[in-house]
């Protein structure tokens, strides 16, 4: 029996854009953050947020961010897209509850190491509402016949 085996990466989803459903959220402290970071001490707390395809339970990947939720943050697009930027307002909490099962278009990219990872998270579209616009008639042979040129 062999001590290891490589195998194939868990994720096998195709770069695209695909709309999928939040499966969980959670926080972690990530000890290779840890430490000095770009903007000064990192406590390596990072969310993980699970997402899955609504038709196949067994497609899911995990998308990374810290906890700042600034309007340019990883996390401000993953709020705003799942709850709409109304909902999205200073000194608003959510917890998990108001998150999991709700769906958004996630897009994934493969990384350079050629493994898939989540590149952007946005709303799904919202449907039209209101009065539909009239059709504008063509125009017909009687309506150019007395047209100047």
Request: hydrophobic share 35%.
């Given at each position: 029996m062999?001590l290891?085996?490589?195998?194939?990466?868990?994720?096998?989803?195709?770069?695209?854009?695909?709309?999928?459903?939040?499966?969980?959220?959670?926080?972690?402290?990530?000890?290779?953050?840890?430490?000095?970071?770009?903007?000064?001490?990192?406590?390596?707390?990072?969310?993980?947020?699970?997402?899955?395809?609504?038709?196949?339970?067994?497609?899911?990947?995990?998308?990374?961010?810290?906890?700042?939720?600034?309007?340019?943050s990883?996390?401000?697009?993953?709020?705003?897209?799942?709850?709409?930027?109304?909902?999205?307002?200073?000194?608003?909490?959510?917890?998990?509850?108001?998150?999991?099962?709700?769906?958004?278009?996630?897009?994934?990219?493969?990384?350079?190491?050629?493994?898939?990872?989540?590149?952007?998270?946005?709303?799904?579209?919202?449907?039209?509402?209101?009065?539909?616009?009239?059709?504008?008639?063509?125009?017909?042979?009687?309506?150019?016949?007395?047209?100047?040129?």
């Open positions: 062999s290891i085996e490589v195998q194939t990466p868990t994720v096998n989803i195709d770069p695209g854009t695909y709309e999928m459903l939040l499966v969980k959220c959670e926080l972690k402290v990530i000890d290779s953050f840890v430490g000095e970071g770009l903007y000064g001490p990192d406590d390596g707390k990072r969310l993980i947020w699970t997402w899955g395809d609504p038709e196949d339970d067994t497609v899911e990947i995990d998308g990374l961010s810290t906890l700042s939720t600034g309007p340019r990883r996390t401000y697009e993953i709020l705003t897209a799942l709850l709409g930027p109304e909902a999205v307002q200073a000194g608003v909490k959510f917890d998990e509850k108001d998150l999991v099962g709700k769906k958004a278009l996630v897009s994934i990219e493969l990384n350079e190491k050629g493994y898939p990872r989540v590149a952007k998270v946005t709303a799904l579209p919202t449907k039209r509402t209101g009065r539909p616009r009239p059709v504008i008639a063509a125009e017909t042979d009687e309506t150019t016949d007395n047209l100047p040129f």
